[in-house]
């Protein structure tokens, strides 16, 4: 076996191959233990030599495999492997055959999975306890205005304790460009909060869809607390930015 043409110069010495004789193509996989392998790297290559009897078949079975650390720096490459299978007879040259040409195969590696979307944490412009208002920037900023005023985003408040149990926002206070959340301690939303996880800590959760796109990607999360009272008015709940210790 030889390494042929590699999307990357050091791609054939990542590869690490095992080579070994099976009795059936099928005990052949991925995870086979390879009794007696040989063993080295596709840059090097390595060759097997055996005897066989007469009418005897000969099956090899041929793994690689690449480090964690490889795949992360050579995502998405591609190595060709070149076997050649030859047969001496009785060891004279006159009776040697060697194949006329190699049994190319192409390894590939499979692609870098795609990176996380960077979640932000939202700033406080306003504390409360009316209406604190929770901050971000957009992600996007540098582009033009007809494109932004298309990036949709859709909003979600849920209980610190159960934060998947989350509550949809109304999705007017972030039309078009608009990146300030207001919480006012009057909506339908806070109450319907608070009348399901009581009050306390509480998480903000804004997601993104950008044009062309179908799918919804998280974009920032904020902190917020409600309180039953607040000192200038002992019958209004208190909205307020960050959570309460």
Avoid at 101 to 107: G, H, K, S
Avoid at 129 to 136: I, K, M, N, T, V
Avoid at 146 to 151: A, I, M
Avoid at 188 to 193: A, D, E, I, P, Q
Wanted: aromatic share 6%; glycine share 6%.
């Amino acid at each position: 076996m030889a390494p042929g043409q590699a999307s990357s110069p050091v791609l054939p010495a990542a590869v690490q191959i095992a080579a070994a004789p099976v009795t059936r193509a099928l005990d052949c996989s991925p995870q086979a233990a390879l009794s007696g392998a040989r063993t080295g790297t596709a840059e090097a290559g390595l060759s097997l030599h055996g005897e066989l009897a007469a009418g005897a078949t000969a099956t090899v079975c041929l793994q690689t495999f690449l480090t964690a650390a490889a795949h992360a720096t050579l995502p998405a490459g591609a190595l060709e492997l070149a076997m050649t299978s030859s047969l001496e007879y009785a060891r004279a040259s006159q009776w040697q055959l060697t194949a006329d040409r190699a049994m190319n195969v192409t390894q590939t590696v499979k692609p870098a999975p795609p990176a996380e979307p960077e979640v932000q944490t939202m700033t406080c412009r306003v504390a409360g306890p009316w209406e604190p208002q929770l901050a971000f920037t957009s992600p996007n900023g540098k582009k033009d205005a007809s494109y932004r005023n298309q990036v949709q985003y859709r909003m979600f408040i849920a209980h610190a304790d159960t934060p998947k149990a989350r509550i949809a926002l109304p999705n007017t206070s972030t039309a078009d460009w608009y990146t300030v959340v207001p919480l006012s301690n009057t909506s339908n939303t806070v109450k319907k909060l608070i009348a399901s996880s009581g009050h306390g800590n509480a998480w903000l959760y804004v997601e993104m869809k950008l044009p062309g796109t179908s799918d919804w990607a998280p974009v920032a999360t904020g902190k917020f607390h409600t309180t039953p009272t607040v000192a200038q008015d002992t019958n209004a709940t208190g909205v307020y930015c960050g959570w309460q210790k």
